[in-house]
């Protein structure tokens, strides 16, 4: 187990964020404000970026520059080339330079007029100072961090325990305050985090056992680094691989238990686009096939008892491609060509019995939480529905409730594809 220094913990939100979300669908749909002064941009990824998402990558490629677009690839998360066994075989590699190279030749194909891989890994500490390095990312436009292990970023990026800035991450943060566009996926969208950084845990376990400062040996184990990530967005944690993995119990109960508001729940291939990161303006769209939650936690409440940990009241808002999203106002701006949904449909939705998608089920019953709340926003028949966790010891129940200010948008009048403001309650029993 590598366990960093612990510090006193920090809220990642400002006064000038808590503020009151202006509910119902009229807000939704409420337009853009004036357009303050132009400063960099990220777009995060959820992880399992396919190569083929002209989406995703045509936008990192369009806000590097378009066809004089150069991206510096890091890929520090991955592990180096002396520790794959397979690091001769372009067929099998995965590491940190093999790894690079694929992401270079991706953005080349995708419109980039080069892309060139930052040779840092945790073989290469000493490159994080070099000027040498510092000059290859001066001449870069933009910046794509690899998946992998996020704390590997923080080692080689960081100065490890010191957590300061080495030259070379000193020199991207400078490009994107100058309007470069910093982009990742997986641990390279985790480690744009803030305070309390997830470092690694599943939901159940995480809901059972409760939040630890650290970074373990035990994938399910739910820990977190107190003194964050490159702190690139700090309007909210970030969680990636959501849907594929059932990440929201762990991010509620991490974000609950670190004093945080809110949270962006990535799902995989789609991303967060986030202009203005940092500033009283900073704006966030969705961008991709998927979507990303935002968990809302300013009214819940938290209680843990010898029964199990309890949380009552939070909000869970899922936002699909072209949706947008008001970090200061805390408002969901729905695409204008979603329309309300009016729910026609009258069958019971059906109560779930793996939530959040156990590794632990033999049956790898499919996760239910999302589809679990859109059956709910398409059903005239009941105000509320329930899910449970597959493991028992405590069993948890998820329990979702059409509370006031939900609304529910589609592009086919019939889908649940948008919701806003879906009351989210979880209890043992």
């Not at 490629?61 to 378009?66: I, M, Q």
């Not at 991206?71 to 690079?100: F, K, L, Q």
């Not at 869970?316 to 947008?324: C, M």
Request: net charge neutral; glycine share 12%; proline share 7%.
């Amino acid at each position: 187990m590598r366990v960093p220094p612990v510090p006193a913990r920090r809220s990642v939100l400002a006064g000038a964020l808590a503020v009151t979300l202006l509910a119902g669908a009229s807000a939704a749909h409420a337009g853009p404000g004036p357009e303050p002064t132009r400063t960099g941009s990220l777009v995060l990824v959820g992880g399992a970026l396919k190569e083929s998402n002209t989406q995703v990558y045509g936008e990192i490629v369009k806000r590097a520059g378009g066809s004089g677009a150069r991206i510096g690839i890091i890929t520090a998360a991955s592990v180096p080339e002396s520790r794959d066994p397979h690091a001769g075989d372009p067929d099998r590699c995965s590491n940190s330079a093999c790894n690079g190279a694929y992401y270079a030749d991706v953005f080349k194909r995708h419109g980039a007029a080069d892309a060139q891989w930052i040779p840092l890994d945790t073989d290469h500490v000493a490159n994080a100072d070099s000027d040498a390095v510092v000059a290859q990312v001066e001449s870069m436009t933009g910046f794509f961090f690899g998946g992998g292990d996020q704390y590997r970023y923080v080692t080689t990026l960081l100065r490890g325990e010191e957590h300061k800035d080495s030259k070379v991450l000193a020199a991207i943060r400078a490009k994107l305050a100058r309007g470069a566009v910093v982009a990742g996926s997986s641990a390279g969208a985790q480690i744009a985090s803030g305070p309390d950084m997830v470092t690694g845990g599943e939901s159940y376990e995480g809901l059972r056992d409760g939040s630890t400062p650290g970074y373990f040996d035990d994938p399910t184990r739910l820990g977190h680094l107190p003194e964050g990530g490159f702190g690139f967005l700090r309007s909210g944690l970030i969680d990636t691989h959501t849907g594929a993995y059932g990440r929201e119990g762990r991010a509620l109960r991490l974000a609950s238990d670190t004093g945080h508001d809110r949270v962006y729940a990535l799902e995989e291939n789609t991303a967060l686009v986030v202009d203005r990161p940092g500033t009283p303006h900073e704006r966030l769209s969705v961008l991709g096939p998927n979507g990303v939650a935002v968990l809302d936690l300013r009214d819940a409440r938290a209680h843990d008892s010898a029964n199990g940990w309890t949380l009552r009241r939070a909000r869970y808002s899922y936002l699909t491609d072209g949706d947008r999203y008001d970090a200061r106002t805390w408002t969901p701006r729905v695409h204008p060509a979603k329309q309300p949904l009016s729910p026609v449909g009258t069958a019971p939705v059906p109560a779930g019995a793996d939530v959040f998608h156990s590794a632990a089920n033999p049956d790898g019953v499919p996760y239910v939480f999302r589809t679990t709340a859109r059956a709910l926003a398409a059903t005239r028949a009941q105000n509320s529905a329930t899910a449970t966790t597959y493991e028992t010891g405590p069993r948890f129940t998820v329990t979702f409730t059409k509370a006031p200010g939900f609304a529910a948008f589609t592009d086919d009048a019939l889908t649940a594809l948008t919701l806003v403001d879906l009351r989210i309650d979880i209890a043992p029993r």
